[in-house]
């Protein structure tokens, strides 16, 4: 077990009251600590068959710890590394969701309004209608489109990168899967329609405008959404993988433009949890929009009682409570991140995706365990 803490040395980590026996009669019980509940949360998705995991939690006051097992290589087998960046996948989501939300606020953009509006043309044919699509139905999935990485060989699209309106083509050359607003289908194509839409309505790019509108504003030291051709992690990185028929293949350099705003984000730990924990405590939307992202429906994410925003998901906590945030995908690295209004927050980050068995459970309850541990 490693555990981090920047500036001191860790003594004791958290806030849970050990449970002491100081009698010369009996021996001591032994002394429990939130970050014990998390190691053996983490040391379970090693078992699992992950190489490695992360986890980051910081407390409501502002205190940050980490725990980490398994290796950040699996061929040096050096240990997932102190601050490790990494891809965040669909937490993009939240990200660009964000951005649009404060759009709303600006008068830039309605959320009720047909796609077709912003952006002309831009979806049509077999079937899809972009006049019959609102914002908010792309941003909570409720859009019917087809999800076009679902048609992307990524050995092929690795290291070639996209265009979004490459990304689009591939996504409307199949109908929608059902009318706009009578059913739920997480779809990344949703999310590269909105960040065309980001970039009609502000003639920026988004890159940009999720720099200045929330990594600047938040002192986010690590975030960014690379543009094409950038494959290189920044140091310090694990190495991330993902499984074949032959093994585990290291994926760490790929073309993040075949995903974009639907999840190219790199980010690390400490900064994700520094983003939900604004993001929830109402420093980056005004309250009207902060509603609108927190208006929630019941979906099949594989863990009771999950719900979907505008970007973001409630997650019911073990201890009682909800967490609000998001998992991420992306081929070499799975992460899930949240936190609690004004409370805690925890990220968890593997390095590998698709993720083997039942990986994808031990994956919520480590963040549970951290959570929840206290």
Same mark, same amino acid.
């Given at each position: 077990?490693?555990?981090?803490?920047?500036?001191?040395?860790?003594?004791?980590?958290?806030?849970?009251?050990?449970?002491?026996?100081?009698?010369?009669?009996?021996?001591?019980?032994?002394?429990?600590?939130?970050?014990?509940?998390?190691?053996?949360?983490?040391?379970?998705?090693?078992?699992?068959?992950?190489?490695?995991?992360?986890?980051?939690?910081?407390?409501?006051?502002?205190?940050?710890?980490?725990?980490?097992?398994?290796?950040?290589?699996?061929?040096?087998?050096?240990?997932?590394?102190?601050?490790?960046?990494?891809?965040?996948?669909?937490?993009?989501?939240?990200?660009?969701?964000?951005?649009?939300?404060?759009?709303?606020?600006?008068?830039?953009?309605?959320?009720?309004?047909?796609?077709?509006?912003?952006?002309?043309?831009?979806?049509?044919?077999?079937?899809?209608?972009?006049?019959?699509?609102?914002?908010?139905?792309?941003?909570?999935?409720?859009?019917?489109?087809?999800?076009?990485?679902?048609?992307?060989?990524?050995?092929?699209?690795?290291?070639?990168?996209?265009?979004?309106?490459?990304?689009?083509?591939?996504? @409307?050359?199949? !109908?929608?899967? &059902?009318?706009?607003?009578? $059913?739920?289908?997480?779809?990344? #194509?949703?999310?590269?329609? =909105?960040?065309?839409?980001?970039?009609?309505?502000?003639?920026?790019?988004?890159?940009?405008?999720?720099?200045?509108?929330?990594?600047?504003?938040?002192?986010?030291?690590?975030?960014?959404?690379?543009?094409?051709?950038?494959?290189?992690?920044?140091?310090?990185?694990?190495?991330?993988?993902?499984?074949?028929?032959?093994?585990?293949?290291?994926?760490?350099?790929?073309?993040?433009?075949?995903?974009?705003?639907?999840?190219?984000?790199?980010?690390?730990?400490?900064?994700?949890?520094?983003?939900?924990?604004?993001?929830?405590?109402?420093?980056?939307?005004?309250?009207?929009?902060?509603?609108?992202?927190?208006?929630?429906?019941?979906?099949?994410?594989?863990?009771?009682?999950?719900?979907?925003?505008?970007?973001?998901?409630?997650?019911? @906590?073990?201890? !009682?409570?909800? &967490?609000?945030?998001?998992? $991420?995908?992306?081929?070499?690295? #799975?992460?899930?991140?949240? =936190?609690?209004?004004?409370?805690?927050?925890?990220?968890?980050?593997?390095?590998?995706?698709?993720?083997?068995?039942?990986?994808?459970?031990?994956?919520?309850?480590?963040?549970?365990?951290?959570?929840?541990?206290?």
């Amino acid at each position: 077990m490693r555990k981090t803490l920047p500036g001191r040395k860790i003594v004791a980590v958290g806030s849970l009251v050990a449970l002491l026996a100081a009698t010369t009669a009996a021996p001591a019980l032994a002394v429990t600590k939130p970050g014990d509940e998390v190691d053996k949360a983490l040391k379970t998705l090693v078992q699992d068959g992950v190489p490695g995991a992360q986890a980051t939690v910081t407390s409501a006051s502002g205190r940050t710890w980490s725990e980490r097992e398994g290796v950040g290589n699996i061929e040096t087998r050096t240990p997932f590394p102190r601050g490790s960046k990494f891809r965040a996948g669909s937490v993009t989501k939240t990200f660009v969701a964000v951005v649009v939300l404060q759009l709303v606020a600006d008068g830039k953009v309605r959320l009720d309004t047909p796609i077709d509006r912003y952006l002309p043309g831009l979806v049509r044919g077999n079937g899809n209608d972009g006049t019959q699509i609102t914002v908010r139905q792309l941003l909570q999935h409720t859009s019917g489109l087809h999800d076009f990485s679902r048609d992307i060989d990524i050995d092929e699209w690795r290291h070639r990168g996209a265009e979004p309106e490459e990304l689009m083509a591939i996504a @409307l050359a199949q !109908g929608p899967l &059902f009318d706009p607003g009578k $059913g739920w289908s997480y779809s990344n #194509t949703n999310y590269i329609v =909105a960040g065309m839409l980001i970039e009609k309505l502000t003639r920026r790019s988004v890159s940009d405008e999720i720099d200045a509108r929330i990594v600047k504003p938040l002192g986010l030291r690590d975030t960014y959404l690379p543009p094409r051709d950038d494959e290189r992690l920044p140091h310090p990185h694990a190495r991330g993988y993902t499984p074949r028929d032959t093994g585990l293949v290291d994926f760490t350099e790929l073309d993040p433009s075949a995903a974009w705003t639907s999840g190219g984000l790199v980010s690390t730990g400490e900064d994700l949890n520094r983003f939900f924990a604004a993001l929830t405590g109402g420093r980056l939307l005004h309250r009207p929009q902060q509603a609108e992202m927190q208006r929630t429906m019941p979906v099949n994410l594989g863990v009771p009682g999950a719900e979907y925003g505008l970007g973001i998901v409630s997650v019911p @906590l073990s201890c !009682g409570g909800t &967490f609000w945030g998001h998992r $991420g995908s992306v081929p070499g690295f #799975t992460t899930l991140s949240g =936190a609690i209004p004004h409370g805690k927050q925890v990220n968890v980050v593997l390095n590998q995706d698709p993720l083997p068995g039942k990986a994808s459970k031990d994956l919520f309850t480590a963040v549970d365990t951290g959570f929840c541990a206290s």
